[in-house]
T-cell receptor, first 120, second 114 residues
Framework: GAVVSQHPSWVICKSGTSVKIECRSL??????MFWYRQFPKQSLMLMAT?????????EQGVEKDKFLINHASLTLSTLTVTSAHPEDSSFYIC????????????????FGPGTRLLVL | AQKITQTQPGMFVQEKEAVTLDCTYD???????LFWYKQPSSGEMIFLIY??????QNATEGRYSLNFQKARKSANLVISASQLGDSAMYFC???????????FGAGTRLFVKA
């Protein structure tokens, strides 16, 4: 139980294009989803927190217009990297918590497998 | 402000031996949760174990146990009978109950030797 999927797992794109990453909770309803960015050999950096049906809360220093987050339902959140540039290349990972539907720890975040983005 | 400190950038352990990964935290909240995650080279974050601040007993999950010392604000992860597949990055994390944020430590890379 508590499975989170992320798609795509890998994406290579040209500079200037937009990339959409999907995060889905497969067997539970997640009231809150999180988006993280991770650079090589570093810890996770929280980018934003989203609750279903409301606007995402972005961390300081994260550009809202650059990283668009849509939490359309209790099982789906999307991150769109708009006009991607090489410096946006990174590992993006989502997580979901506050689940309803299965007996899981309410406070625990369950992570997707991550998406590696390479902008050429 | 909340903070998680993992002072061991890397650790080596012999296969089948036990290893302790250190984690200390700082918070002014009375109610919080502590977590350990494993991140293998594939990148996925695997939830290992959870300890609530009001839990009186140390959490255990199979070969994983959490040595929770509230007064010292430490939440060390103990892995018993290490296996080669345990080689990975391990992150300690904390979330205040009722809040929405989880903060992560810098991580400890564990190498299990055959």
């Amino acid at each position: 139980g508590a499975v989170v999927s992320q798609h795509p797992s890998w994406v290579i794109c040209k500079s200037g294009t937009s990339v959409k990453i999907e995060c889905r909770s497969l067997d539970f309803q997640a009231t809150t989803m999180f988006w993280y960015r991770q650079f090589p050999k570093q810890s996770l950096m929280l980018m934003a927190t989203s609750n279903e049906g409301s606007k995402a809360t972005y961390e300081q220093g994260v550009e809202k217009d650059k990283f668009l987050i849509n939490h359309a339902s209790l099982t789906l959140s999307t991150l769109t990297v708009t006009s991607a540039h090489p410096e946006d290349s990174s590992f993006y990972i989502c997580s979901a918590s506050g689940g309803r539907g299965i007996p899981i720890y309410q406070e625990t975040q369950y992570f997707g497998p991550g998406t590696r983005l390479l902008v050429l | 402000a909340q903070k998680i400190t993992q002072t061991q950038p890397g650790m080596f352990v012999q296969e089948k031996e036990a290893v302790t990964l250190d984690c200390t935290y700082d918070t002014s909240d009375q109610s919080y949760g502590l977590f350990w995650y494993k991140q293998p080279s594939s990148g996925e974050m695997i939830f290992l174990i959870y300890q609530g601040s009001y839990d009186e007993q140390n959490a255990t999950e199979g070969r994983y146990s959490l040595n929770f010392q509230k007064a010292r604000k430490s939440a060390n992860l103990v892995i018993s009978a290490s296996q080669l597949g345990d080689s990975a990055m391990y992150f300690c994390a904390m979330r205040d109950t009722g809040g929405f944020k989880t903060i992560f430590g810098a991580g400890t890379r564990l190498f299990v030797k055959a």
